[in-house]
């Protein structure tokens, strides 16, 4: 681990249930880290997000997150038009699951 690529910002004890407070570091509320601990014991930290499962599609298709992009782009340039309501093509026994 290349310790010169941090910056210190303050030293912490655990406390009697062996949390650590780390809003120092500028965390927040309600962030989510993924943690790894390396031999000598230094813990580092590494930001995430979370979606949900049915949005991880989205990151795993370069051509669905391009096409998805596309579209909001036009829709943001006032390209896009309506369809129609498409409501009566939902399968309410297929939504159920």
Not at 43 to 72: F, H, M, N, Y
Not at 85 to 94: A, C, L, N, R, S
């Amino acid at each position: 681990m290349d310790s010169t690529k941090f910056t210190p910002v303050g030293e912490v004890s655990a406390d009697e249930r062996a949390r650590i407070s780390v809003g120092k570091a500028g965390v927040r509320r309600d962030d989510r880290y993924a943690i790894a601990v390396n031999d000598e014991g230094a813990i580092l930290l590494t930001p995430l997000v979370s979606i949900p499962k049915r949005e991880l599609l989205v990151w795993e298709d370069v051509q669905i997150r391009e096409a998805l992009s596309r579209g909001l782009l036009e829709s943001a340039a006032g390209q896009a038009k309506s369809l129609g309501d498409f409501t009566q093509f939902v399968d309410e026994e297929e939504d159920e699951d």
